[in-house]
């Protein structure tokens, strides 16, 4: 591929690209780039707004360049306070590695397997003498990392940040050094970490690597990222079918976004409705494949006539005169705990038959179920038989 084909296609998504003119070089002059990307393992999902930077990973790799997927394992335990208001919950061990095993595998479904070098960052992160930290801490200043927006808004507001935050930068930063990393990419969110990178490489003595951005997906409630925290995601492994239904819930304004951002395609100049239904179509063939779209549409259009789908489970009711609403919500599957199934109950979002209920306290014959649906949230049914 010529050089200007290979810039199109790295930048066609690029929100920054610092310096311009050294990356422009580096490609010109045939390097095989090491272009990293960093994943703190902190949930057990990757969701379609990380699949946007999963995607510009698999540009540089198409184009003959190595991928190095660096998973945070070490810098999990800290917690990347981009964007945060207060400090991220510390993860046990055995949560990060699971939590890693299902990213790599979600990873794969966007990029080339036999071609992406893993790396964990404990690998180099854990070593460190506090002789080693005290060098890497003369790296920057502390007016330097209080320039940080979400750090100075802290810091105005007089709450609390840690000195383990402060080091977040810093540690992520060392990665690229220990990495060699030519390029790093990530959300526009991640601008300062990708930025103090270069500034530590050069302290080590390094080259300093080139930083791409890519845009912020927003969620499926129109206002913020799409965030597993908030609840706005969609993730890259949802069912089919809730894949389709959360995709249809989409706002009408954010469809040039998701087409272009997820698809590098042009939105079709069709009806709203029929941009989403299409949109849901290539996104759960993207992540399913094509056999599982017409279920998943049919299961959708089951939905809005609130209609159990053909193959919603069937739940067998206890033999006992009656059963309590929330032992029966824990019971489909719907609820992992009894303050979880509350919860829904409470936010209006439980049907047996067509009527909704409202009280958390409730218990109904058996008698009656029998043969009833439960629905639990929009895409959640449930056959009931004794």
């Known amino acids: ?16 690209v610092i310096p311009r003119e050294e990356l422009d070089r580096r490609l010109a002059g045939g390097e095989t780039l090491r272009v990293k990307l960093g994943i ?47 400090s991220r919950p510390i993860l046990s061990p055995e949560q990060i590695e699971e939590n890693t095993r299902t990213y790599l595998e979600q990873a794969y479904v966007i990029l080339d397997r036999e071609r992406t070098e893993i790396r964990h960052n404990s690998e180099w992160l854990a070593p ?30 007089n709450d609390p940040i840690t000195l383990t935050e402060l080091l977040y930068p810093l540690m992520q930063a060392y990665d690229s050094v220990a990495i060699d990393a030519d390029v790093e990419l990530g959300g526009t969110d991640q601008l300062y970490n990708l930025l103090m990178g270069r500034q530590v490489m050069e302290y ?18 129109g206002k913020l990222k799409m965030s597993k925290s908030v609840g706005n995601y969609i993730g890259v492994t949802d069912p089919p079918g809730e894949m389709f239904g959360k995709v249809m819930s989409i706002p009408d304004h954010l469809m040039p ?32 494949g094509g056999a599982a779209v017409a279920g998943a549409e049919k299961l959708f259009d089951a939905v809005v006539r609130r209609e159990a789908p053909e193959d919603a489970p069937v739940v067998q009711l206890p033999e006992q005169e009656e059963i309590w609403i929330v032992d029966l919500i824990t019971r489909a599957g719907f609820a992992s705990t009894n303050g979880e199934a509350r919860r829904f109950i409470r936010g209006g979002a439980v049907r047996v038959g067509s009527k909704v209920v409202g009280d958390e306290k409730l218990s109904l014959p058996s008698a009656e ?5 439960l629905q639990v949230g929009k895409r959640r049914y449930a056959r009931l038989s004794s």
């Open 1 to 16: 591929m010529n050089a200007d084909l290979e810039r199109r296609s790295i930048y066609g998504k690029a929100v920054d």
């Open 40 to 86: 703190d393992p902190t949930a057990p999902d990757i969701h379609l707004g990380f699949a946007v930077v999963l995607e510009e990973l698999r540009a540089f790799q198409d184009l003959g360049h190595t991928a190095v997927l660096v998973i945070g394992d070490y810098t999990a335990r800290v917690g990347d306070p981009s964007g945060r208001s207060k």
């Open 128 to 157: 460190l003498t506090m002789a080693d930290l005290i060098r890497l801490t003369r790296a920057t200043t502390v007016a330097r990392i209080l320039e940080r927006d979400d750090f100075s808004k802290r810091y105005a507001a």
């Open 204 to 221: 080590y003595g390094k080259r300093p690597q080139c930083v791409v951005t890519t845009p912020l997906l927003v969620g499926t409630d």
């Open 257 to 288: 976004d998701y087409y272009s951002l997820l698809l590098d395609r042009s939105m079709p100049e069709v009806e709203p409705v029929e941009q989403k239904r299409e949109l849901a179509r290539l996104l759960v063939g993207r992540f399913h």
């Open 369 to 373: 179920l029998d043969g009833q649906v």
